[in-house]
């Protein structure tokens, strides 16, 4: 009896011992996590540095800008919302916003549309040397800048440009015209350059994404009698929504953020027909000096392109739950 | 895979047609870069003679040799400094998770999709402060800034990927932080290190807007700069600005055929993850 207390007694003991060990290890765990913790911080320290003094700070001070009147000389002046308001009642800023969007549909949806068609028209041979050479020159536009895209095109949309030349080769002379001069086709010409830059990533993203559908799902349909539109709408689109949400992703920011190409090939003209919201944030800054109105500007730009681009991805998570 | 043989021929026109209109632009350019300098040649045309000597003089006009040097001071200063901090932070953030390091991360998403133009009035007005308006760190600076969003998720995103495993065994082996991260983590990083400095370099060597706005001397610029600068002042004499557009492009064309495997998969990568 005596014995078997002692022992309970001792062993409780032991327990004890143990927790307390225990828990100056889990202590020390913790503390040790902790420090480690610290050192992980410190060293996303000058990233965050870097990422707050040149993105953030200059976030908030747009934001603080556009609710004031400033020349950028003179103390400005308290402004509400007035800014914002003229972005709604000025034609010029509105119709900015209105160009950005009318561009979306040549750099967003020409590029990917034509990109899904020509991709599902060479999977079957996306390893032979044509395609290969394919991959390198359709990639030519997105390592020249912008600037150089938009320099080589506006020569040729000139008049005497090959644009021309080949319309009055084919009989069609009486369609050629300056056509970044043109007030009706002025837009869809600064279109038409953005869609050549944007077409050939857009196409090898959609091949990339075609080469890894299971060739069986093919096999399967065709033995099923389904014809190749069929299997393009039921098995190729569907595998590829993650490609075609990065591809509208990609360009639609690239048009509503455009700058460099119109800067280039049109400054906004003829008669503010390509003014795009990147260009008037421009004039109005440093030119027209209404700083607040500028700021205005961009930040309903900043907040368009959040607001376009997020449901997008919602929608390519949705892919793949 | 069944492919029927006119599908093979379809893609095939269809693919040489597409290549035929992506090169068009540049043969257009070449061509008419060869006739006399100051004449309007018609469209795509062979000249009489062939001008090379625009060349030469498209070579001086643009100051080519210090416009090169810029934009390779710009490159120094931007990719080796952007790759390192971005890492590091990657690193924190993908491997060794920290207490808030999620809420850290968020918030660099959130610049994820920022357009320039959104921040581009107070950094002039900040630049302007610094003393910097019209030297090379106007562009510098910011740049490091603006690909932090990016580079921070691009890099968490490989080392999220790297096992636990690999760094207890170095702790064990009685590696520090730094030794862990310096002789471990950053020579298994390589690839993708690699990939991001090419995306960071093509940027930075296109970058236009920042260049335009706070840098008005185009022998400070980056070479989307200086080329736009070229067209301001040459824009009228059609010969001489294609020759100077294609002298402008030669090094971007040369660095991307000589790379083109790396440049287009890490291309398509950065897409696929931004």
């Not at chain 1, 990422?51 to 308290?78: C, E, H, L, N």
């Not at chain 1, 929504?241 to 920011?253: A, D, G, H, K, S």
Request: aromatic share 10%; net charge positive; glycine share 8%.
């Amino acid at each position: 009896m005596q014995k078997r207390s002692t022992t309970i007694r001792r062993h409780r003991e032991d327990e004890a011992a143990a927790r307390f060990t225990t828990d100056r290890r889990r202590r020390a765990l913790r503390a040790r996590r902790l420090r480690r913790g610290g050192l992980a911080l410190a060293l996303t320290a000058p990233a965050v540095l870097a990422y707050v003094v040149f993105v953030i700070r200059p976030i908030a001070m747009t934001v603080q800008y556009s609710f004031y009147k400033w020349d950028g000389i003179t103390p400005s002046t308290w402004a509400g919302l007035s800014n914002y308001v003229a972005i709604l009642h000025n034609p010029e800023l509105s119709g900015s916003i209105v160009n950005a969007f009318t561009l979306i549909l040549f750099f967003s949806f020409v590029p990917v549309a034509l990109g899904l068609f020509t991709a599902n028209a060479i999977r079957g041979f996306a390893t032979s040397r044509l395609a290969v050479v394919a991959r390198t020159v359709l990639f030519l536009p997105q390592i020249i800048p912008l600037v150089a895209a938009g320099i080589m095109w506006s020569w040729q949309l000139s008049t005497d440009g090959v644009v021309n030349q080949v319309f009055r080769l084919l009989g069609l002379g009486r369609l050629a015209r300056p056509w970044l001069g043109d007030f009706g086709t002025a837009l869809p010409a600064v279109g038409v350059i953005g869609a050549w830059v944007l077409f050939g990533l857009c196409m090898l993203l959609l091949l990339a994404g075609m080469t890894k559908i299971d060739p069986s799902l093919y096999e399967a349909a065709r033995v099923d009698g389904a014809g190749p539109v069929r299997e393009f709408f039921s098995i190729t689109l569907p595998s590829l929504r993650q490609e075609v949400v990065v591809c509208l992703t990609v360009t639609i920011i690239a048009a509503l953020a455009s700058f460099d190409i119109v800067y280039i090939a049109t400054q906004g003209g003829p008669g503010n027909r390509t003014l795009v919201p990147g260009l008037e944030i421009y004039y109005l800054a440093f030119f027209q000096r209404q700083v607040g109105s500028a700021s205005a500007l961009a930040v309903v730009l900043m907040l368009l392109v959040l607001a376009v681009v997020l449901p997008l991805q919602s929608l390519s998570r949705e892919g793949k739950s | 895979m069944i492919v029927s043989r006119r599908e093979q021929w379809l893609g095939r026109v269809l693919l040489v047609i597409l290549m035929a209109v992506t090169v068009l632009p540049f043969v257009s350019l070449f061509v008419t870069a060869l006739h006399p300098s100051g004449t309007y040649p018609a469209g795509l045309s062979w000249p009489a003679t062939p001008h090379w000597s625009n060349f030469t003089e498209a070579f001086k006009a643009a100051d080519m040799g210090r416009l090169l040097w810029s934009s390779v001071l710009i490159e120094v200063g931007v990719v080796p400094v952007s790759l390192l901090i971005s890492t590091m932070a990657g690193f924190a953030l993908g491997h060794l998770r920290p207490p808030g390091g999620r809420a850290l991360f968020i918030g660099f998403l959130l610049g994820l999709t920022l357009p320039f133009e959104g921040i581009i009035i107070p950094l002039y007005y900040q630049m302007r402060d610094l003393g910097l308006l019209n030297t090379r760190w106007a562009i510098i600076l910011p740049l490091i800034g603006l690909y932090m969003p990016f580079a921070v998720f691009w890099m968490r995103a490989h080392f999220i990927t790297m096992p636990d495993d690999i760094s207890e065994a170095a702790r064990i082996d009685g590696a520090n932080l730094w030794q862990l991260f310096w002789r471990i983590h950053v020579p298994l990083s390589m690839p993708a290190l690699s990939s991001l400095a090419i995306l960071l370099f093509l940027w930075s060597w296109n970058q236009f807007l920042l260049a335009v706005v706070l840098v008005s001397d185009p022998l400070q610029r980056t070479m989307a700069g200086a080329l736009g600068a070229f067209q301001g002042q040459w824009g009228t004499d059609i010969p001489l600005l294609c020759a100077g557009s294609l002298l402008i492009l030669t090094p971007t064309l040369v660095i991307f055929l000589v790379f083109q495997r790396r440049f287009v998969s890490a291309l398509l990568q950065g897409s696929l993850k931004g």
